[in-house]
C-alpha cells in the first residue's frame, strides 16, 4: 500500500509539472510574439508533452486509491530574453525536474514502494530525452550566433517537431 507522504510527493510532482507545462505555453506565446513561430511550436508540442506529464501522476495516484489535492499553479516570467537564453532556462528547469525525480525514486525505495518505483522509472528515462534535446538546441543557437539568417534556419527545423500522444495502456 501507498503510504500518505509518497502520494503528498507524487502530487506535489502533479503540480510541478502542471507549472513546466505552463512555463512551456508561456515561452511558446512569447517566441510567436517576437516572429519565432517555429520555436513557438517547440514550446507548443513541449506543453503538451508536459501535459501528459502530468496527468501519468494524476492517473497514478487514482491507481493507488488516492487522489490528488490539486494546489495553484505558480506564475511563469513574462519576458524570456534571446532564443538562447529561453533554452538555457529551459535546461535549467528541466534539471530541476530531474532532480525532483530523483528525490521522488529515492523515497520510494526508502519506503520499499516497489510499485511507485515501478512508475517513476518511465521518467528517469524521459528526463534523459529531456535534457539531451535542450543541450544540442543550446550547441546549435551558439553557432548561430548573432546570424539572423541561420537562426530563420534553425527556426524552421524546430517548426518540425510534432507531438505524439501517448498509445493507450494495455488492458
Ligand atoms: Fe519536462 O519533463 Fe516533465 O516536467
Known amino acids: 500500500m501507498i503510504s500518505k507522504k509518497m502520494v503528498q510527493a507524487l502530487n506535489k510532482q ?3 509539472e502542471l507549472y513546466s507545462a505552463y512555463l512551456y505555453l508561456a515561452m511558446s506565446s512569447f517566441t510567436t510574439y517576437i516572429g519565432l513561430k517555429g520555436a513557438a511550436n517547440w514550446f507548443m508540442v513541449q506543453y503538451q508533452e508536459e501535459m501528459v506529464h502530468a496527468m ?3 492517473d497514478y495516484v487514482l491507481s493507488q486509491g488516492q487522489h490528488s489535492q490539486l494546489e495553484a499553479i505558480a506564475v511563469p516570467p513574462a519576458e524570456y530574453g534571446t532564443l538562447l537564453s529561453m533554452f538555457e532556462q ?3 528547469h528541466e534539471q530541476f525536474i530531474t532532480k525532483c525525480i530523483n528525490d521522488l525514486m529515492d523515497l520510494a525505495i526508502k519506503e ?20 539531451g534535446n535542450d543541450n544540442d538546441i543550446i550547441c546549435q543557437l551558439k553557432l548561430v550566433g548573432d546570424s539572423p ?18 498509445a493507450p495502456a494495455v488492458q
Open 149 to 166: 539568417q541561420a537562426l530563420m534556419m534553425l527556426d524552421k527545423e524546430l517548426a518540425t517537431r510534432v507531438f505524439t500522444p501517448p
Open 112 to 131: 520499499k514502494d516497489h510499485a511507485t518505483q515501478i512508475f517513476l522509472q518511465w521518467f528517469v528515462t524521459e528526463q534523459i530525452e529531456e535534457e
Open 56 to 58: 501519468k501522476f494524476y
Open 90 to 92: 529551459t535546461l535549467k
Open 14 to 16: 502533479l503540480n510541478n
